[in-house]
């Protein structure tokens, strides 16, 4: 009985490590924006008060971005704000006038070739 139990223990120890060492390195944003992980893709939002980069991964690994759009959803106090993303490079990216305060909600839309690529929601701080 010691040694089943001792298995045990040992199994839920690594489990809380490995679980805990992948969320640390795959979950956490590497642009200074907000993450968010989705079934088919990784979401990073940077909002600034003039410009919208939405970075998308595979799951940490470079996606082609040149045929994927993305709508995002502004939600400060009473405003909304729909604002559409475009292709800059490594992202998606609009400009323009945005409220994107401390706890500034985001829902964004992403399409790839017009199919759609996942739903992401974010709350900026």
Avoid: C, I, W
Avoid at 5 to 25: E, P, R, Y
Avoid at 86 to 102: H, I, R, Y
């Amino acid at each position: 009985m010691n040694a089943r139990f001792s298995s045990l223990v040992l199994a839920a120890a690594f489990a809380a490590v490995s679980g805990t060492a992948v969320a640390a390195g795959d979950h956490q944003p590497t642009k200074g924006g907000v993450f968010a992980e989705g079934k088919a893709a990784d979401f990073e939002l940077v909002a600034k008060p003039t410009v919208l980069h939405l970075y998308v991964t595979d799951h940490g690994k470079p996606k082609d971005l040149s045929k994927a759009s993305a709508k995002v959803t502004l939600l400060s106090g009473a405003d909304k704000q729909d604002v559409e993303l475009k292709p800059a490079g490594d992202k998606l990216e609009a400009t323009g006038s945005f409220k994107v305060g401390a706890g500034t909600k985001a829902v964004a839309v992403v399409s790839d070739g017009g199919k759609p690529l996942g739903t992401a929601r974010f709350t900026l701080k």
